[in-house]
């Protein structure tokens, strides 16, 4: 009696251990709900660019008829063709590479170094600049457009580059984002291991807080790359056709007696291309930053 009153419970709390270890080690799989599901909303985040490149390839005439066009038709680089000559296309793609590439680069190595002083450094008044900078996130962009384009013009900037790039140097935005990240990701123990072993303040920042930030970086470069490429309102006003961004290009497609909906269509969708291509290039890289950071929090 003695010994099944001492193993019994014994074997009895061994069972659940063993189905928890034996179910945490089994691969989940979905079923076919989560298949439906996820087609779903696969189609319906993809029908705006199916319906682009549907048009594109159509011609004004046909996207005026009813019902509208469900498939491709055979104008596609004849569409393709005309909106890139009729925009100036080449130029324009030239120029918002530079543009959103230079705001990229310094928006993400400026906000993470801001990022990280607020994050892990110790100085005066610090929730008070940390608050300033959220604080103008709250001001409307509209507002800063009549004086930052006098100090543009100013300064003999105008119709040109710099004068949309300047603007967007950092980011409010990109500041709290990597400080809200580095405050988790990365450890202060880390950082004074290095003071101890006699790093200075750039080795520190080179060899322990990019490294740690590496997966924030590659999420903020991708959104400020996105936004800097689609900025329409202040390219618009500062910069002319003879020098203009992708969306200051595409603008010109519209005008006309009759706009050709078919070459509009087909603008848009050159003027997409590159961000499709830079998120099929590196999303991979992005989303396994993404992971790896969720990991090491």
């Known amino acids: ?5 001492v193993t019994l419970p014994q074997t ?7 189905r928890r270890v034996m179910g945490a080690g089994k691969q989940l799989h979905a079923g076919p709900v989560t298949y439906v599901v996820l087609t779903v909303f696969a189609l319906v985040s993809l029908a705006p660019l199916v319906w682009t490149a549907v048009a594109a390839s159509r011609t004004d005439r ?3 008829e009813t019902p509208p066009p ?14 890139w000559d009729q925009a100036g296309l080449g130029t324009a793609m030239l120029n918002s590479v530079i543009v959103a590439g230079t705001i990229t680069v310094s928006t993400v190595l400026f ?40 100090w543009m013009a100013d300064l003999g900037w ?12 950092v980011t409010a ?33 080179w060899h322990v807080v990019f490294p740690a930030a590496r997966p924030a970086m590659a999420v903020l470069g991708l959104l400020t790359f996105v936004f800097a490429w689609n900025d329409f309102l202040w ?11 992708v969306q200051v290009a595409l603008n010109s497609l519209g005008t006309g007696y009759v706009p050709d909906q078919a070459v509009i269509m087909a603008g848009a969708l050159l003027g997409t291309l590159p961000l499709l291509i830079a998120f099929i290039l590196f999303g991979k890289q992005i989303v396994g930053g993404i992971m790896q950071g969720a990991i090491k929090g």
């Open 70 to 83: 469900l498939w491709f038709g055979g104008n596609l680089f004849k569409n393709l063709q005309a909106a």
């Open 235 to 245: 390219p618009i006003i500062a910069l002319n056709q003879q020098n203009p961004t």
């Open 12 to 18: 009895r709390a061994a069972k659940p251990g063993r």
């Open 1 to 5: 009696m003695t010994t099944s009153d």
């Open 111 to 150: 906000a993470t170094l801001a990022g990280f002083a607020f994050a892990k450094l110790r100085f005066r008044f610090s929730s008070l600049l940390l608050m300033l900078t959220i604080g103008t996130m709250m001001i409307p962009p509209q507002l800063a457009v009549v004086p930052l384009y006098l």
């Open 62 to 64: 046909r996207l005026a």
């Open 173 to 205: 935005f990109g500041t709290f984002f990597m400080r809200q990240y580095l405050v988790q990701a990365l450890p202060t123990e880390l950082i004074e291991a290095a003071r101890v072993d006699g790093a200075s303040s750039l080795r520190v920042v």
């Open 158 to 169: 105008s119709n040109h580059l710099q004068t949309v790039i300047l603007p967007s140097l």
